[in-house]
């Protein structure tokens, strides 16, 4: 027998093996789960004003805005970085094809090289963004550290152009990007690892709300 296997009872169902555990696993996943509850928990949210807004409410207005985007035509826009730019795409087709919701990342290589080498890295997104979206249009900007010059330069474009706008970042509580937006939702997470899982979680529980809507 394997070590760490399963074996068989008497009543035909299968017990763990203990003999040769990890001494504290255990205890390190339940740290780690119990950091990330704690993370969750204290989500914090704010409007354009820096007025609290409670998370019920916060998502309330989210399903609002992911409804009128839908009846009007309109479109919502996903940008990031990195772990996040892989999250903008994995959540605009979630939206899309389980939210029925038009929307839109920046992922055409020519597109967002040509722009990086013309332009500059910091207009990435600003000047697609600028020429595609629209009053009306929503744009998501998931940033782990909340100041990427690229992300903010495209929530500032969005800004002027009309666009309403949802932040998501974490690490300083100071970061600059959790005051641009229309809902700012900021994790108090001190790890790139933490930020991430906790920004997944409420993208998917937005996107649920929606296919449960």
Known sequence: MTENATEQDGAGGTTPCTGNSVSGTADLYNSWLAALHRILTELEVTDSHGCTVAADDAFERIVAM?????????????IGNGASASMASHFAADLCKNGHVRTRVFTDLSLVTAVANDCGVEDMFAVPLQEQGRSGDVLVAISSS???PNILKAVNTANDIGLTVITLSGLKPENPLRRLGTLNFYVAADTYGFTETAHAALLHHWIDLIVES
């Open 66 to 78: 992911t409804i009128a985007v839908t009846r009007t035509r309109k479109e919502i826009f996903f």
């Open 146 to 148: 909340g100041s990427s």
